[in-house]
């Protein structure tokens, strides 16, 4: 049995790894499906994670949060957890990728979530090179500069307002001439003067040198098309929560989740079911950031480490 099975290595699951068994839990084991380090590997340059300066990628930033967690005792299982359960005894059934099983008195699930992209040509040879699914990471990059931004919900016309702040000039390119958004966010759009509203357009093609993107081609719904000369394009269509791990066999979630498959977690990441825990991207209201991942995989450990320890407390 082991006292707390952690599903996900991103930053939120290793600080939950470092604080666990750190903290005097023996037998913690992550569960991650690939390498460890999270999406944040795939980004060539993080400039805001506090206390670390200089041209630093993502992989690099990452490479010695496994090391610091084995030297406290984490175990790392590379595969996939298929679904967490709970059993008559209130403990917890995690179900692994080859079949078999493992049974913990506690799980903090840190499975993060996935940006959606809009299927446009170049999209994925310049992500990281232009393209960009984050505007808190990647906005400052833009300082000054024209950006181009990608879809017509809230997320979208939110983060152009953001960006409206930081760059001299925000494209937004809508499919459609109505916003999915919420009718005030659309009033602040349109009362913003350097956005300029590029609607009944859907992005074609991003293209772009060596260095980055330099454009992007929109097809207009008369079929006319137009290209923006921009070095920067950022995509809002959504946004895919990794909450697979918590469905249970008739569909339902283990716990309360929100209508967006967020999970529902309290200010100590606690979800609606006893001893299971959610940290990072995947909860609700998540800002989506390396630094508040990891604040959040250490908010759930320190909750688990007592809860682990009543557990055992009670069965004496
Ligand atoms: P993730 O990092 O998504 O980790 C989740 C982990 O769970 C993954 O490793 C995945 O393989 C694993 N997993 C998923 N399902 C399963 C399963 N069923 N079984 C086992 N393992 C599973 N943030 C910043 O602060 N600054 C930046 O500059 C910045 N730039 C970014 C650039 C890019 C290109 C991207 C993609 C993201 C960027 N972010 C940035 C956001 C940051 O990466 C995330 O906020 C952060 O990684 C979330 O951490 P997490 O641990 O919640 O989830
Ligand atoms: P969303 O509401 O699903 O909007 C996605 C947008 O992207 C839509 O406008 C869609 O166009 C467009 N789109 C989708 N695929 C595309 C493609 N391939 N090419 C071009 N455009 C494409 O997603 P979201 O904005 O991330 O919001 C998700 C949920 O979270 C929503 O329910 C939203 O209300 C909520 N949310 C709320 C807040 C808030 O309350 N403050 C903030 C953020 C998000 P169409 O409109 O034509 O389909």
Redesign the pocket.
């Known amino acids: 049995m082991l006292d707390c099975a952690i599903i996900g290595g991103g930053p939120a699951g290793l600080t939950a790894g470092l604080y666990t068994t750190r903290g005097g839990l023996s037998k913690v084991t992550m569960f991650e499906k690939g390498m460890p380090g999270g999406q944040i590997t795939q980004s060539s340059e993080i400039e805001n994670y506090p206390g670390v300066t200089g041209e630093i990628s993502g992989m690099d930033l990452m490479m010695p949060w496994p090391k610091q967690c084995q030297q406290f005792g984490l175990k790392h299982e590379m595969i996939e957890v298929t679904q967490v359960s709970r059993n008559s005894a209130g403990n917890f059934t995690v179900s692994l990728g080859d079949g078999t099983t493992q049974e913990a008195l506690s799980v903090i699930v840190c499975t993060g979530s996935t940006p959606?992209?809009?299927?446009?040509l170049g999209e994925d040879e310049f992500f990281g090179r232009g393209v960009s699914t984050c505007a808190t990471c990647d906005g400052f990059f833009y300082k000054g500069k024209e950006v181009v931004v990608?879809?017509?919900?809230?997320?979208?016309?939110?983060e152009a307002l953001h960006l409206a702040k930081i760059c001299s000039k925000v494209y937004l390119?809508?499919?459609?001439d109505?916003?999915?958004?919420?009718p005030n966010?659309v009033k602040r759009i349109e009362a913003t003067q350097n956005i300029e509203l590029v609607l009944n357009a859907?992005?074609k093609e991003v293209y772009g040198d060596k260095m980055g993107v330099t454009g992007i081609t929109v097809t207009m719904t008369d079929g006319s098309s137009r290209n923006i000369e921009v070095p920067g394009v950022f995509?809002?269509?959504?946004?895919d929560v990794n909450n697979g791990v918590l469905k249970q066999d008739d569909g339902a979630f283990l716990c309360e989740m929100s209508?967006?498959g967020e999970v529902m977690v309290t200010l100590s990441m606690a979800t609606s079911v006893p001893g299971l825990y959610a940290a990072g991207d995947m909860r609700i209201e998540a800002p989506k950031q390396v630094v508040c991942a990891a604040g959040d995989g250490a908010v759930a450990a320190l909750q688990v480490i007592a809860y682990v320890d009543a557990k055992l407390h009670s069965q004496q």
């Open positions: 959606r992209r809009a299927g446009f990608i879809g017509g919900g809230d997320t979208a016309l939110e390119v809508h499919r459609r109505e916003f999915r958004a919420a966010t859907s992005p995509i809002f269509v959504g946004n209508d967006y």
